[in-house]
């Protein structure tokens, strides 16, 4: 999601995704949940869940923050 790879407003499928991963739609249905939590994606009712459209701001924010997790510390 934040490298584009899936748009802001795509709605995603459990099946769909479960497939495309190979794992099992109770997993996915777990990571949806998890994703929806950390605001990331969008629960609409009778349309299941969609991916949330970011702002430029927030994209920048967390691609620094992935960058700060992978920096090796001085020690």
């Known amino acids: 999601m934040y490298r584009g790879a899936i748009e802001g407003g795509t709605s995603l499928r459990e099946s769909q995704v479960a497939e495309s ?3 099992s739609r109770s997993t996915v249905r777990e990571a949806l949940h998890v994703l929806t939590a950390e ?4 629960r ?4 299941g869940v969609e ?3 970011l702002t430029e701001a927030e994209i920048e924010e967390a691609h620094l ?3 700060k997790a992978f920096m090796p510390t001085a020690g």
Not at 39 to 42: D, K, P, R
Not at 44 to 47: D, K, L, S, V
């Open 65 to 67: 923050a992935h960058a």
């Open 21 to 23: 991963l190979g794992v």
């Open 39 to 42: 605001g990331l994606l969008v």
């Open 44 to 47: 609409r009712p009778n349309r």
């Open 51 to 53: 991916v949330r459209v």
